[in-house]
């Protein structure tokens, strides 16, 4: 059974820093693009991160450019997305997914989701 899992959410002041991960049971995920998206209340979802499957591209919205990092971990089929500096607005429900082809900006070239997990920025 393909599954994607997030988790390293949870509650941080404003300049911290988390790490959530994205594990992968049913597939390799060396295979596929690896994008995470966030959605806060209110607000459309968008795309943070991204890292290819071919050479390890790694790609960062300008929100995040500079504070986020996006890494494999190979041995254990499984995806980081390091944030530091955290700020108020980074606060949503952080989400993995993988695309077969390339990464992308349009989530719906992906085709697995993981559940999410939630990333709150507070004082």
């Known amino acids: 059974q393909v599954q994607l899992v997030e988790s390293g959410g949870g509650l941080v002041q404003p300049g911290g820093s988390l790490r959530v991960s994205c594990a992968a049971s049913?597939?390799?995920?060396?295979?596929?693009?690896i994008g995470w998206f966030r959605q806060a209340p209110g607000k459309k979802r968008e795309e943070v991160s991204c890292i290819s499957s071919s050479d390890g591209t790694t790609f960062y919205a300008d929100s995040v450019k500079g504070r986020f990092t996006i890494s494999r971990d190979r041995a254990k089929n499984t995806v980081h997305l390091q944030m530091n500096s955290l700020k108020l607005e980074d606060t949503a429900f952080y989400y993995c997914?993988?695309?077969?082809?390339?990464?992308?900006?349009?989530?719906?070239?992906?085709?697995?989701w993981g559940q999410g997990t939630q990333v709150t920025v507070s004082s």
């Open positions: 049913g597939f390799t995920l060396d295979d596929y693009a």
């Open positions: 997914a993988a695309a077969a082809r390339r990464c992308s900006w349009y989530a719906l070239e992906y085709d697995y």
